[in-house]
């Protein structure tokens, strides 16, 4: 005998399912994760307070978790363009190096002056960094049919040791004590806040902008209707004369615009210069949160958030509990998981049978 | 007559209001080949898929060798000895047919042993597969073989035929009907469907008709006429082609001039010097078994596929040659092509989202924006003019049924006015009447003063449609021919041999 388990599936779905799901499985995923503290010898109700509870009260914390969910959300944006397309761009981690890269030059360049016209030559040149980086696989995969999903992940790397050649090379602050980084951004090259005192800045109004955008895209627009198209069924998208090979540029060129966006937000809004690192993986962590939000840019908007929250609540946790900030990458894996099979199971049925061997 | 097979009694299946299955009664014994007929949306796929498996039925009882059973999948149907032969192919497109016939053969893989079996089961029953082509290759005829031959390999008790022979040559057909007659004899039960009758008077003892989800009748197909049956399928006599007044032929609208293609993948077959001219009121049919290039044909005309090596083609007295088929719309073309679900419509699109596929170009949709309300009207005309029989006002493309799909697809196409029509299968699955209105309404389309170009293995469907025959084989296209002076039998000759080697092979 032996057992096997089967994924049968589902006729029909509920809308409540629908929308309890992702409830259902964050629910799910703090529960695990409260297990997993609890056997660290720490408090899950700690943990639960410092976690979720101070980002989301603390207008402080709140501020800071607007901030950090805005690269998540530009760039989570610019990847649903890709993967409703059906092209796997795992490199916006890169192409938001390179927005950093290119918006910090031109702060760099202007180094001294001042003007209103900084800021917006920055997000420009940010943007055109990103484009033109996520352009390489994009024609690789055109001209050669080489994979982007290698393409993209491995141009990753090129762009941190281009960011690390760039602040210990040619771009390093003269007056730095030989730290890796470059000169300070004056002002005129920094988002400034939004209101006295706090910290929040205008990239979170563009952030919105974007998610809005593309829901008038998605919803209305011949393009986002060609993506979709191309993506769920390629040869009645090629029946429908939308050219394969300018989507695939075109959701690139967009995906990496944005992500380029976010960077150059990321190094004038947050960092304030150009420094190793300071990517911090959001590129990536990107990718989790367009999934989250089932490639939806309502859904994106919203897993920034909650993402979001749980790396501002990490930071504080590292302080406050000496909790590794490893687990927080575990536990968005983890609520990754939970959310994807709870998808999983609204489509299908588990099954368990018993059969002869 | 054999012991019971499989009794349904009270079969009812919802979707949402529509009742697509309505306490349906129906028994199969062993050796009897026995058809089920309807027009299309009667529910017999629905049907079909309960017994498969597939679909859970609301309320009613399967029993199968007397013994009542629940069917939670096609795996525990298959247990039971059922298989089936879809209507939509459900062929994973990637894998070679071989593998393809692996699947659902627990525990076995496309290995050596595997591959005699096969062959020998092939050679058995006339079924000519290569097997190592990966099925995106394939034309429709080819993928049905493999279907019928996959479904054979599970050596079933009952098995269920969904319009096998929609997409066969009359050779074809008449080999598995010989099949099917060997299995019936051997003791195993055949559900078929099919919408052409002469075949089903030919092949079935018994046939149940649904109609609405109801059965109506029961009866011996063959103590009936074709035209009785027809009537108790849709309730009332179905008309005949009727012809159209005579009339003027116009400007050449379509001019292939010594076209060669080279196929898209390794496997297709190479057009090679194909002369061929549609004017303006005419209809052509282009004839032939299937996989002699027609497929390639149709992706060079409307500009989907294929690499042009030599030759020209000519639309409304432009060159085309290298344009894509949106530039060809805009000169008045428009396409229909053979697979409806995935190609021609996005499955999971709402009807009205699919008319943006073939419209964007020409139908002044709006530049950025789409106009919805726009797209949704022109939805709703089609649906309205072609009889299409929707489940809700604007189902998702793949929840209509399969003939009503077709004349969605065919009626999107004639409602956009085309100067120029090519269409690849026009009724494939569409019931009686349904055929007679779509071929009515191209031979119409033709009066009132369009090209009309029909790619089609059905000969009826060409002998009665069109002005003029070409036929294709191994890549060749035979001279155009006016009907009136071709016998079925020259036909016959040019689809297995092709033209004389005057012009022909070489
Ligand atoms: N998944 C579904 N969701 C909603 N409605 C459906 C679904 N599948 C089928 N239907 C509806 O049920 C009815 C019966 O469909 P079915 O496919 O059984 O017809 P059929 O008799 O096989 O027709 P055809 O000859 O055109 O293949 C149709 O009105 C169809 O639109
Ligand atoms: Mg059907």
């Given at each position: 005998?032996?057992?096997?388990?089967?994924?049968?599936p589902?006729?029909?779905?509920?809308?409540?399912r629908?929308?309890?799901?992702?409830?259902?499985?964050?629910?799910?995923?703090?529960?695990?994760?409260?297990?997993?503290?609890?056997l660290?010898?720490?408090?899950?109700?700690?943990?639960?307070?410092?976690?979720?509870?101070e980002?989301?009260?603390?207008?402080?914390?709140?501020?800071?978790?607007?901030?950090?969910?805005?690269?998540?959300?530009l760039?989570?944006?610019?990847?649903i363009?890709?993967f409703?397309?059906?092209r796997?761009?795992i490199g916006?981690?890169?192409?938001f190096?390179?927005?950093?890269?290119?918006g910090?030059?031109?702060?760099?360049?202007?180094?001294?002056?001042?003007?209103?016209?900084?800021?917006?030559?920055?997000?420009?040149?940010g943007?055109?960094?990103?484009?033109l980086?996520?352009?390489?696989?994009a024609?690789?995969?055109?001209?050669?049919?080489i994979?982007?999903?290698?393409?993209?992940?491995?141009?990753?790397?090129?762009a941190?040791?281009?960011?690390?050649?760039?602040?210990?090379?040619?771009?390093?602050?003269?007056?730095g004590f030989?730290?890796p980084?470059?000169?300070?951004f004056?002002?005129?090259?920094?988002?400034q806040p939004?209101f006295?005192?706090?910290?929040?800045?205008?990239?979170?109004?563009?952030a919105?902008?974007?998610?809005?955008?593309?829901?008038?895209?998605?919803?209305?627009?011949?393009?986002?209707?060609?993506?979709?198209?191309?993506?769920?069924a390629p040869r009645?998208?090629?029946?429908?004369?939308?050219?394969?090979?300018?989507?695939?540029?075109?959701v690139?060129l967009?995906?990496?615009?944005?992500?380029?966006?976010?960077?150059?937000?990321?190094?004038?809004?947050?960092?304030g210069?150009?420094?190793?690192?300071?990517?911090?993986?959001?590129?990536?962590?990107?990718?989790?949160?367009?999934?989250?939000?089932?490639?939806s840019?309502?859904?994106?908007?919203?897993?920034?958030?909650?993402?979001?929250?749980?790396?501002i609540?990490?930071?504080?946790a590292?302080?406050?509990?000496?909790?590794?900030?490893?687990?927080?990458?575990?536990?968005?894996?983890?609520?990754?998981?939970?959310?994807?099979a709870?998808?999983?199971?609204?489509?299908?049925?588990?099954?368990?049978?018993?059969?002869?061997? | 007559?054999?012991?019971?097979?499989?009794?349904?009694?009270?079969?009812?299946?919802?979707?949402?209001?529509?009742?697509?299955?309505?306490?349906?009664?129906?028994?199969?014994h062993?050796g009897?080949?026995?058809?089920?007929?309807?027009?299309?949306?009667?529910?017999?796929?629905?049907?079909?898929?309960?017994?498969?498996?597939?679909?859970?039925?609301?309320?009613?009882?399967?029993?199968?060798?007397?013994?009542?059973?629940?069917?939670p999948?096609?795996r525990?149907?298959?247990?039971?000895?059922i298989?089936?032969?879809?209507?939509?192919?459900?062929l994973f497109?990637?894998?070679?047919?071989?593998?393809?016939?692996?699947?659902?053969?627990?525990?076995?893989?496309?290995?050596?042993?595997?591959?005699?079996e096969v062959?020998a089961?092939?050679?058995?029953f006339?079924?000519?597969?290569?097997?190592?082509?990966?099925v995106?290759?394939?034309s429709?005829?080819?993928r049905?073989?493999?279907?019928?031959?996959?479904?054979?390999?599970?050596?079933?008790?009952?098995?269920?035929?969904?319009?096998p022979?929609s997409?066969?040559?009359?050779?074809?057909?008449?080999?598995l009907?010989?099949?099917?007659?060997s299995?019936?004899?051997a003791?195993?039960?055949i559900?078929?469907i099919?919408?052409k009758?002469?075949?089903?008077?030919?092949l079935?003892?018994?046939a149940?008709?649904?109609?609405?989800?109801?059965?109506?009748?029961?009866?011996?197909?063959?103590?009936?006429s074709a035209?009785?049956?027809?009537?108790?399928?849709?309730?009332?006599?179905v008309?005949d082609?009727?012809?159209?007044?005579?009339h003027?032929?116009?400007?050449?609208?379509?001019?292939?001039?010594?076209?060669?293609?080279?196929?898209?993948?390794?496997?297709?077959?190479?057009?090679?010097d194909?002369?061929?001219?549609?004017?303006?009121?005419?209809?052509?049919?282009?004839?032939?078994?299937a996989g002699?290039g027609?497929?390639?044909?149709?992706?060079?005309?409307?500009?989907?596929?294929?690499?042009?090596?030599?030759?020209?083609?000519?639309?409304?007295?432009?060159?085309?040659?290298?344009?894509?088929i949106?530039?060809?719309?805009?000169?008045?073309?428009?396409f229909?092509?053979?697979?409806?679900?995935?190609?021609?419509?996005?499955?999971?699109g709402?009807l009205?989202?699919?008319?943006?596929?073939?419209?964007?170009?020409?139908?002044?949709?709006?530049?950025?924006?789409?106009?919805?309300?726009r797209?949704?009207?022109?939805?709703?005309?089609?649906?309205e003019?072609?009889?299409v029989?929707?489940?809700?006002?604007?189902?998702q493309?793949?929840?209509?049924?399969?003939?009503?799909l077709?004349k969605y697809?065919?009626?999107?196409e004639?409602?956009?006015?085309?100067r120029l029509?090519?269409?690849?299968?026009?009724?494939?699955?569409?019931?009686?009447?349904?055929?007679?209105?779509?071929?009515?309404?191209?031979?119409d389309?033709?009066?009132?003063?369009a090209?009309?170009?029909?790619?089609?293995?059905?000969?009826?469907?060409?002998?009665?449609?069109?002005?003029?025959?070409?036929?294709?084989?191994?890549?060749?296209?035979?001279?155009?021919?006016p009907?009136?002076?071709?016998?079925?039998?020259?036909?016959?000759?040019?689809?297995?041999?092709?033209?004389?080697?005057?012009r022909?092979?070489?």
């Amino acid at each position: 005998m032996s057992f096997n388990l089967a994924l049968v599936p589902r006729r029909d779905v509920s809308l409540i399912r629908q929308v309890l799901t992702p409830v259902v499985a964050l629910l799910v995923a703090l529960l695990i994760g409260g297990v997993i503290v609890w056997l660290m010898g720490r408090s899950p109700a700690k943990a639960f307070d410092v976690f979720l509870r101070e980002p989301l009260t603390d207008p402080w914390a709140l501020q800071e978790v607007l901030l950090k969910s805005t690269p998540l959300m530009l760039i989570s944006i610019g990847l649903i363009f890709c993967f409703r397309a059906n092209r796997w761009n795992i490199g916006a981690e890169g192409q938001f190096l390179l927005g950093g890269i290119f918006g910090g030059g031109v702060a760099i360049a202007t180094h001294g002056l001042t003007g209103p016209w900084i800021l917006p030559l920055m997000m420009l040149a940010g943007a055109l960094g990103g484009m033109l980086y996520a352009a390489i696989p994009a024609m690789l995969r055109n001209r050669f049919g080489i994979s982007e999903i290698l393409t993209s992940l491995m141009l990753v790397y090129v762009a941190e040791l281009l960011l690390d050649y760039l602040v210990r090379g040619p771009w390093r602050d003269p007056k730095g004590f030989n730290f890796p980084q470059s000169v300070p951004f004056t002002d005129a090259a920094q988002l400034q806040p939004l209101f006295e005192g706090g910290r929040l800045h205008a990239g979170f109004a563009l952030a919105l902008l974007a998610v809005l955008v593309a829901i008038l895209v998605f919803r209305r627009s011949l393009f986002g209707f060609a993506v979709r198209a191309s993506g769920e069924a390629p040869r009645a998208a090629n029946f429908a004369g939308f050219n394969e090979q300018r989507i695939t540029l075109v959701v690139f060129l967009i995906s990496g615009g944005l992500a380029g966006l976010a960077g150059m937000i990321e190094v004038s809004g947050q960092v304030g210069q150009l420094r190793p690192g300071f990517g911090q993986g959001l590129g990536f962590t990107a990718i989790i949160v367009a999934f989250l939000g089932r490639l939806s840019p309502v859904g994106a908007m919203l897993s920034s958030l909650v993402i979001a929250v749980l790396l501002i609540g990490a930071e504080s946790a590292q302080v406050s509990l000496k909790l590794p900030f490893d687990l927080t990458r575990f536990f968005m894996g983890l609520l990754l998981i939970t959310v994807l099979a709870g998808e999983s199971l609204n489509r299908y049925r588990l099954e368990f049978r018993k059969e002869a061997a | 007559m054999g012991p019971e097979r499989i009794r349904l009694t009270g079969i009812t299946k919802a979707f949402g209001t529509l009742k697509a299955n309505d306490h349906v009664d129906l028994t199969l014994h062993a050796g009897e080949i026995h058809a089920l007929l309807g027009e299309n949306g009667a529910g017999k796929s629905t049907l079909m898929k309960m017994l498969y498996g597939l679909l859970r039925p609301d309320a009613g009882e399967i029993r199968i060798n007397g013994q009542p059973v629940t069917l939670p999948s096609p795996r525990a149907a298959r247990a039971q000895g059922i298989g089936m032969v879809f209507q939509h192919f459900s062929l994973f497109e990637d894998f070679t047919a071989l593998e393809n016939i692996a699947i659902p053969l627990d525990g076995r893989i496309a290995d050596a042993g595997l591959r005699a079996e096969v062959e020998a089961k092939a050679r058995h029953f006339g079924l000519a597969i290569a097997l190592d082509r990966p099925v995106h290759t394939l034309s429709a005829g080819e993928r049905q073989r493999i279907e019928i031959l996959r479904a054979l390999m599970q050596e079933p008790q009952v098995l269920i035929l969904d319009e096998p022979t929609s997409v066969l040559t009359p050779d074809e057909a008449e080999a598995l009907f010989a099949t099917l007659e060997s299995l019936a004899s051997a003791g195993a039960g055949i559900l078929f469907i099919s919408h052409k009758l002469e075949e089903v008077r030919r092949l079935c003892s018994r046939a149940t008709i649904l109609r609405g989800g109801k059965v109506v009748a029961e009866t011996d197909p063959r103590a009936v006429s074709a035209a009785e049956l027809a009537a108790l399928m849709v309730g009332e006599g179905v008309l005949d082609l009727r012809p159209v007044a005579d009339h003027a032929l116009g400007e050449p609208m379509l001019h292939l001039d010594g076209l060669s293609v080279a196929p898209e993948g390794v496997h297709g077959v190479t057009l090679r010097d194909i002369h061929l001219t549609v004017r303006a009121g005419e209809v052509v049919a282009i004839a032939g078994v299937a996989g002699n290039g027609q497929s390639e044909l149709y992706a060079a005309i409307s500009g989907e596929g294929g690499r042009i090596t030599a030759g020209q083609i000519r639309m409304a007295g432009q060159d085309v040659t290298r344009r894509d088929i949106n530039s060809r719309r805009r000169l008045g073309a428009a396409f229909v092509p053979e697979a409806r679900l995935g190609q021609a419509t996005l499955p999971q699109g709402p009807l009205s989202e699919n008319i943006i596929l073939s419209w964007h170009a020409t139908g002044s949709l709006g530049r950025w924006l789409l106009d919805t309300v726009r797209t949704g009207a022109v939805a709703r005309r089609v649906i309205e003019r072609f009889d299409v029989r929707t489940p809700s006002s604007d189902p998702q493309a793949v929840q209509l049924s399969g003939g009503n799909l077709q004349k969605y697809v065919v009626g999107r196409e004639i409602e956009r006015q085309p100067r120029l029509m090519v269409v690849d299968q026009p009724s494939w699955g569409v019931d009686a009447r349904a055929a007679t209105h779509i071929r009515q309404t191209l031979l119409d389309l033709a009066a009132a003063g369009a090209a009309v170009l029909v790619i089609s293995q059905d000969l009826d469907e060409a002998m009665a449609m069109a002005d003029r025959i070409a036929v294709m084989h191994g890549g060749y296209l035979s001279a155009a021919r006016p009907v009136p002076a071709l016998s079925r039998a020259e036909i016959g000759l040019l689809m297995t041999q092709g033209e004389s080697p005057a012009r022909g092979a070489a």
